[in-house]
């Protein structure tokens, strides 16, 4: 049985290739090429050579440096990244073969909610801050239904055992996908030079007053206990229910046909969430709404707690929406933030940071029955509180009507699953031109000045720049993250001084305030008045990954490193963080300095499940890549990932992996044809007007694959070379096959042979950065090194071996052949079926270019008459079979 990587092993005609050619020193082809075991053989070779090591001595002219994506390390890696990092290690390879030194770290990104929640779910723990260290600790053997409460530092502890391990597996894949990668350079966005970078960097903002600290309105998520950026919020679309209810005048007037009251006065509000009608410091509507008009100024009193509250004007109240006029309450929403903070409102908070309402009534409830009602709701869940606050209304007659049910969006975290909230804490923020016009300008401007790949997404950049509402809140309530290098003295009461923090010189970075003494303080000091207390928060994940190219480039550590590679020439990412990791990277860049971290940024899309919906781990319709690396090649995997083209989204296709593996075997064989012949790259030999057509043809293919891959158009160069190559495979090497076997002679079969081979050699080259493991095994059989280290081919030799071959011969022999074997199929005959006359007719130009490889067509077609018309039209062929 013949397997598909055994197939043509004889050419055409029947005869088997020579064996390997023993007088070419150091050729060694073998008889039967195979992929099994590619990956494996020459990942070990690479590593063991350094083949992709970076040259630290290398000018910062030469060097190619690449922010790569450090990916989070939650367990497994699946499709999606191995289709992103390819594309990237493509442009690597090619910039290294254009004589650039690449500088391609690897990072891991193992900071952050995600390693929490998984090292929760492994280790059957969690974290409780107030525990001591224990260092003695053993998780348990099995995670139980109950987690195990333990310390902060012997969580952190088990969140860097974990990283670790998954960090391995991930190298490991990684190298079986071929990356390219100097493994000697990698980093972990929790290690200490990563929590040095980003402390310096914090402190570093607050030197220059880009950082501080703040108690305001803060998106609140009641499951994790933390705050959430702007960045990390997503609207989903939930079922609720407007609910009208009667706000009380003061001013004892009354309008029964104006628009927002009823027959008796009340001036009715519809709102989503009577749950907050405690928190409610104001009515508002828009300044135009003639209904409304006349209540600008009066106050009304809130149905239950009977408290007095303004009616104002703003021009963000709806008219359209709902009733028209709305309560605004801190907080129900960002809309109310805004209210309050340009209407100078009072603050009245009802809703703690575990999502249940506050204990305590606000201090305007002062009535007896408003502190009743109330306590009926104090503790409750927000859905609870909302489902008792409907009683109380409807009992107390003010609820006019039922609920009518709505779907509108509401506002999560984009990791958690329940609603957010808006409750009152400090945090630091960083200034990012939310409420800076000079700022907004300046990141504006810096998103022209970066070359986006492909041009459209700078829209996305623009648009976040310009819809940014407020600064950058950078702090988080959790355990496992960069700690803030911040410690805050205590006053004679034990109340820290947020005004004064106490923060650390830079040579003693990284520190951990929690475990770590505050200068000029002793540990006894620590927590009692007069002493010192640790900033209790991390950093946001993004405050850190927001660093990764001075992560990467040892910034403040290794200032030779961080001189030869920064700023760095691409930022390859996908599209749907260009909010958050691109823009966060341009902030901190622009501000620490007054540059772009990059030159160039190349935008990936998202891999489609069959059914065209974005796949992720979330919604469970992820492949992992093993398997597929396993059964379809490395190549075959890489093939199908190149296809993608920069910022579209790709489906899932297991069809054009096997494409690829049909393409990489193709490579195998034709490869061992050429060679086995004796091909030999002696350009001197090259005469055939045949041969340097085919020559001159990949002088185009070279330009054209150079300029797509220096325009990050990685699919078009890679369509361009397998282009070609099939045509190399079943026009070229068809009608050369006789004349390399020396049937026509010696001289044209060394031209035949030189052209084979430099032909293959070009080709190899193009495939490389794309088909790394059949490349390089195609090139170890007859070349020294590796092709990954190999010069790029250059058009401007191929032309001058090719002297003045026309690309149109090889389209015209082509189109010859193709319609003789046309003849052949539509009778029903074999390929190698005598053909007793064939007439080639047509344009003068293009059947002359025809008749000068006269003699390899009627080789290639077993012709025994062929002859020539000049005249004009399209070129075309009157076939007569023999017999």
């Given amino acids: ?24 020193p150091g050729r060694s082809v073998p008889q039967r090429p195979t992929l099994d075991g590619v990956e494996a053989r020459w990942s070990a070779v690479w590593q063991e050579q350094e083949t992709y090591r970076f040259d630290r001595s290398a000018d910062r002219a030469r060097v190619y440096a690449i922010d790569t994506p450090p990916p989070t390390v939650s367990g497994s890696l699946h499709v999606g990244h191995v289709f992103s990092y390819t594309h990237t290690d493509v442009i690597a390879r090619y910039q290294r073969m254009r004589g650039r030194e690449v500088f391609y770290p690897m990072g891991f990104d193992d900071n952050g909610l995600p390693t929490e929640r998984r090292v929760q779910n492994y280790f059957g723990i969690r974290c409780d801050p107030s525990l001591p260290y224990d260092p003695d600790l053993t998780p348990p053997a099995k995670p139980g239904k109950e987690q195990v409460p333990v310390s902060r530092r012997n969580f952190v502890e088990l969140c860097e055992r974990l990283t670790i391990e998954d960090e391995k597996v991930y190298e490991q894949l990684w190298r079986r996908l071929g990356l390219s990668v100097d493994w000697s350079m990698t980093y972990a966005t929790i290690d200490a030079r990563s929590r040095a970078v980003a402390q310096r960097a914090f402190l570093r903002n607050l030197e220059r007053g880009e950082a501080y600290l703040a108690e305001a309105p803060t998106l609140w998520d009641v499951s994790f206990r933390t705050a959430v950026a702007q960045a990390e919020l997503e609207d989903r679309e939930r079922p609720g229910a407007y609910h009208s209810l009667a706000f009380a005048r003061t001013d004892g007037g009354g309008n029964s046909g104006a ?10 509000v519809e709102t989503t969430r009577p749950e907050l009608l405690a928190a409610c410091v104001a009515l508002v509507a828009h300044p135009d709404d003639e209904r409304y008009r006349p209540l600008f100024g009066s106050t009304v009193r809130t149905p239950l707690f009977d408290v007095e509250v303004p009616v104002r004007a703003h021009r963000l109240a709806d008219p359209e929406k709902g009733s028209g006029i709305a309560m605004i309450c801190t907080f129900g929403d960002l809309t109310d933030v805004t209210w309050w903070r340009e209407l100078r409102l009072p603050t009245r908070a009802v809703i703690g940071r575990d999502g249940r309402l506050l204990p305590d009534p606000p201090e305007a409830i ?17 859905h609870a509180a909302r489902e008792r606050i409907v009683e109380l209304l409807r009992e107390a007659g003010a609820l006019l009507g039922d609920p009518r049910p709505i779907s509108h969006p509401v506002k999560f975290y984009e990791k958690g699953d ?18 800076d016009e000079a ?33 950058w809140l950078i702090s988080r309530q959790r355990f496992f993250g960069v700690p803030f290098p911040v410690w805050y003295p205590l006053d004679d009461a034990g109340a820290p001084r947020y005004d004064q923090p106490i923060v650390p010189g830079y040579a003693a970075l990284p520190v951990d305030p929690s475990s770590d003494t505050a200068p000029g303080f002793s540990e006894d000091q620590r927590g009692i008045p007069g002493g010192f207390a640790a900033d209790p928060d991390v950093m946001d994940t993004w405050a850190t990954s927001s660093l990764t190219p001075q992560i990467a480039a040892g910034w403040g550590s290794d200032d030779d490193l961080f001189a030869r590679v920064f700023p760095m020439d691409l930022r390859p990412q996908a599209h749907e963080i260009i909010r958050t990791w691109l823009f966060s990277t341009v902030l901190r860049s622009h501000t620490e300095f007054g540059t772009l971290p990059w030159t160039n940024t190349a935008i990936s899309g998202w891999i489609l499940d069959p059914d065209r919906k974005k796949m992720s781990k979330s919604k469970g319709n992820v492949v992992t890549p093993l398997d597929l690396l396993e059964q379809h090649g490395s190549d075959a995997v890489r093939y199908w990932a190149a296809a993608g083209r920069p910022g579209t989204d790709t489906t899932f296709d297991v069809g054009q992996m096997k494409i690829g593996r049909r393409l990489a075997i193709k490579l195998l064989n034709a490869s061992r044809f050429a060679l086995g012949l004796g091909a030999v790259e002696d350009a001197g030999t090259i005469a055939e007007p045949l041969d340097r057509a085919l020559l001159a043809t990949l002088a185009e293919v070279v330009d054209a694959a150079s300029t797509t891959l220096d325009n990050y158009d990685y699919t078009r160069a890679l369509e361009l070379t397998e282009s070609f190559f099939w045509r190399f495979c079943d026009d070229y090497v068809e009608l050369v096959k006789g004349r390399a076997y020396g049937s026509f002679g010696e001289p044209g079969a060394a031209s035949a042979r030189a052209t084979l081979a430099i032909a293959l050699s070009t080709v190899l080259a193009l495939f490389a950065p794309f ?22 081919p250059e058009a401007g030799e191929l032309r001058k071996i090719a002297d003045s071959g026309d690309p149109r011969l090889l389209e015209a022999v082509s189109t010859a052949l193709t319609a003789i074997r046309r003849a052949k199929s539509e009778a029903k005959v074999s390929m190698k079926a005598a053909v007793a006359s064939a007439r080639v007719s047509g344009d003068a130009d293009l059947v002359g270019l025809v008749e000068a490889v006269a003699a390899d067509l009627r080789s290639a077609g077993s012709i025994t008459a062929l002859t020539f018309t000049r005249g004009t039209g399209e070129l075309a062929v009157d076939v007569a079979l023999a017999g």
Avoid at 367 to 379: K, M, T
Avoid at 422 to 427: A, K, L, M, S
Avoid at 772 to 789: A, L
């Fill in 1 to 24: 049985m013949v397997t598909e990587e055994g197939r043509n092993q004889h050419d055409s005609d029947g005869r088997e290739q020579p064996a390997a050619d023993q007088s070419v």
């Fill in 418 to 435: 329940r609603p957010l909230e808006i409750v009152t804490t400090r945090q630091w923020y960083i200034r990012n031109g939310g409420r």
């Fill in 259 to 268: 628009g927002g009251t009823d027959s008796g006065g009340d001036v009715v």
């Fill in 439 to 471: 700022l907004r300008a300046q990141l504006r401007a810096r998103g022209s000045e970066l070359h986006w790949h492909p041009p459209h997404m700078r829209v996305r950049y623009e648009n976040w720049v310009d819809g940014l509402t407020g600064d």
């Fill in 771 to 792: 088909l790394p493991f059949v490349t390089e095994e195609v090139w170890s059989w007859w070349k020294p090194g590796s092709v990954h280290r190999s010069r790029w």
């Fill in 366 to 382: 002062v009535s007896a029955a408003g502190r009743a009602h109330y306590a009926e709701l104090a503790g409750r869940t927000v």
